[in-house]
C-alpha cells in the first residue's frame, strides 16, 4: 500500500510557474515508477510525465513537453512537478499515481491502468 499526498497547487498568471509535490508513504518509494495526470472540469483525465524508478528516464506529453520537467527524490520519498509558462488551458487538478508494474517502455508509462495507487489530487488555476 502506498499513501500518495499531492501539495503545491494554487492559481498563477499566465507565464507563472509553480512547482507540486507528491510525498509518498507506505511501502518502498524507489520501487515505484511515478506519474503525474490531470483533469480540467468536464474533461478525462489525460498524462502529463512520467518518471521511472530511478528517475532516469522520463516521459511527457506533447503539450507540455518543454515547459513541465518531472524529477525525483528517492531519499525524501518525493516526486515533483517543475511547471514553467503555465497557461490557461493547463488549469486542472493534478494527481500523482504510483506504478508497481514491471519495467516498461517510456511510452507505456502514460497508460493509466498501469497505476495502482493515486493521490486525492491538487488544484492548478492558471489565469489568462
Known amino acids: 500500500q502506498v499513501q500518495l499526498v499531492e501539495s503545491g497547487g494554487g492559481l498563477v498568471q499566465a507565464g507563472g510557474s509553480l512547482r507540486l509535490s507528491c510525498a509518498a508513504s507506505?511501502?518502498?518509494?524507489?520501487?515505484?515508477?511515478m506519474g503525474w495526470f490531470r483533469q480540467a472540469p468536464g474533461k478525462e483525465r489525460e498524462f502529463v510525465a512520467a518518471?521511472?524508478?530511478?528517475?532516469?528516464?522520463?516521459y511527457y506529453a506533447d503539450s507540455v513537453k518543454g515547459r513541465f520537467t518531472i524529477s525525483r527524490d528517492n531519499s525524501k520519498n518525493t516526486v515533483y512537478l517543475q511547471m514553467n509558462s503555465l497557461k490557461p488551458e493547463d488549469t486542472a487538478v493534478y494527481y500523482c499515481?504510483?506504478?508497481?508494474?514491471?519495467?516498461?517502455?517510456?511510452?507505456?508509462?502514460?497508460?493509466?491502468?498501469?497505476?495502482?495507487?493515486w493521490g486525492q489530487g491538487t488544484q492548478v488555476t492558471t489565469s489568462s
Open positions: 499515481a504510483a506504478d508497481g508494474g514491471p519495467l516498461t517502455t517510456p511510452q507505456a508509462m502514460g497508460y493509466m491502468r498501469r497505476y495502482d495507487y
Open positions: 507506505g511501502r518502498t518509494f524507489s520501487s515505484y515508477a
Open positions: 518518471i521511472s524508478r530511478s528517475g532516469s528516464i522520463t
